[in-house]
């Protein structure tokens, strides 16, 4: 069965400092890749999702993470962060042969200091 | 407008109740989910269903039953059984597509009184 690790509960980083999420996943071939963000009010949203061709995936809200299938890992990446962007963040992985089922990393929470 | 519509946002429940979490959807999605979100672990899978009148359970179906009678509807009851319902619930939808990207409900808050 597939499985996600999310190695950081939290993280702290300065607003306008550069950002990375780790996640790593369990899995034979190459799963269906998600990441979601869960802002207060605004409930879970689709940062964005890698199945397959280019690497290197760009989402929405400036981030962007990259598949790398010898390190099994999908870490999610911002350039500069902003103080909007605390929030937890989900990784998670589905699978042709899993059906539909999806299964989440147990989030990383973001923190931002000014 | 469409989407997930999930009720109530805060439900209680007592010793020995069973209590039902309702979700409905406008998108005509044929696949929806229940999560439960508890602090540190992320969401985990309750059940899931693909289709009208089917559904298979998820991680941690037990104490928990649903039904799909309706493709818009997936009502998830927490029974008297389930002996630590305290969480966050979320309800979710998408496509037939593993590829494709699940929309959630704005979750209900469930708590023991």
């Known amino acids: 069965a597939q499985s996600v690790t999310q190695p950081d509960i939290h993280i702290t980083v300065s607003e306008g400092a550069s950002l990375e999420l780790r996640c790593n996943y369990s899995?034979?071939?190459?799963?269906?890749l998600f990441w979601y963000v869960q802002s207060p009010g605004q409930g879970l949203q689709l940062l964005l999702k890698?199945?397959?061709?280019?690497?290197l995936v760009q989402g929405i809200k400036g981030f962007e993470a990259e598949f790398k299938r010898s390190q099994s890992s999908f870490n999610l990446r911002k350039p500069s962060v902003h103080w909007s962007d605390a929030a937890e963040y989900f990784c998670?992985?589905?699978?042709?042969?899993?059906?539909?089922?999806?299964?989440f990393g147990a989030g990383t929470i973001l923190r931002v200091k000014s | 407008d469409g989407g997930i519509t999930q009720s109530p946002k805060y439900l209680f429940r007592k010793e020995g109740q069973n209590v039902t979490l309702s979700c409905e959807q406008n998108?005509?999605?044929?696949?929806m989910y229940w999560y439960r979100q508890d602090p540190g672990q992320g969401l985990r899978l309750i059940y899931y269903?693909?289709?009208?009148?089917?559904?298979q359970k998820g991680d941690i179906a037990e104490g928990y039953s649903v039904s799909r009678e309706k493709k818009e509807s997936f009502p998830l009851t927490v029974t008297s059984a389930q002996k630590n319902p305290t969480a966050f619930y979320l309800c979710?939808?998408?496509?037939?597509?593993?590829?494709?990207?699940?929309?959630f409900g704005s979750g209900t808050q469930l708590s023991v009184l």
């Open positions: 979710a939808s998408r496509v037939q597509e593993a590829n494709e990207k699940l929309f």
């Open positions: 899995y034979g071939a190459t799963p269906y």
């Open positions: 890698y199945f397959s061709g280019d690497t």
């Open positions: 998670a992985v589905g699978a042709p042969e899993y059906g539909n089922k999806l299964v």
């Open positions: 998108l005509n999605h044929d696949a």
């Open positions: 269903s693909q289709i009208v009148n089917d559904f």
